[in-house]
């Protein structure tokens, strides 16, 4: 309980439009395309107070629809990209009409 209160204290939500307008101007540090950047959604952006950073959680879609456990962990500082983890699924439009086919016929 009292980490919560604590975590809580040291945190502020960030607008998810802002933390999107943020990851697309470091889209070229993160690896991100006009396409990749069409194709997510911010699960959840706050700044850290204690680290001073910004986090953004980025999750990757598909037709709108979240893609199940692909999420890019962001954390950026004066605006600036200081750390980046996870991936996402390339090519992720053929994949979909691969397994739509094969499970249609």
């Given at each position: 309980m009292f980490f919560s209160a604590v975590l809580a204290a040291n945190s502020q939500d960030i607008d998810?439009?802002?933390a999107l307008k943020l990851v697309s101007g470091n889209k070229n540090a993160i690896g991100l395309t006009n396409e990749d950047l069409d194709n997510s959604i911010v699960s959840n952006a706050y700044?850290?107070?204690t680290a001073g950073t910004q986090m953004i959680y980025l999750q990757q879609s598909?037709?709108?629809l979240p893609v199940l456990n692909l999420i890019q962990s962001l954390a950026f500082k004066n605006g600036t990209l200081v750390s980046a983890a996870g991936q996402r699924i390339k090519g992720i439009e053929k994949l979909s009409k691969m397994f739509i086919y094969s499970v249609t016929t």
């Amino acid at each position: 309980m009292f980490f919560s209160a604590v975590l809580a204290a040291n945190s502020q939500d960030i607008d998810k439009s802002a933390a999107l307008k943020l990851v697309s101007g470091n889209k070229n540090a993160i690896g991100l395309t006009n396409e990749d950047l069409d194709n997510s959604i911010v699960s959840n952006a706050y700044f850290n107070a204690t680290a001073g950073t910004q986090m953004i959680y980025l999750q990757q879609s598909y037709k709108g629809l979240p893609v199940l456990n692909l999420i890019q962990s962001l954390a950026f500082k004066n605006g600036t990209l200081v750390s980046a983890a996870g991936q996402r699924i390339k090519g992720i439009e053929k994949l979909s009409k691969m397994f739509i086919y094969s499970v249609t016929t």
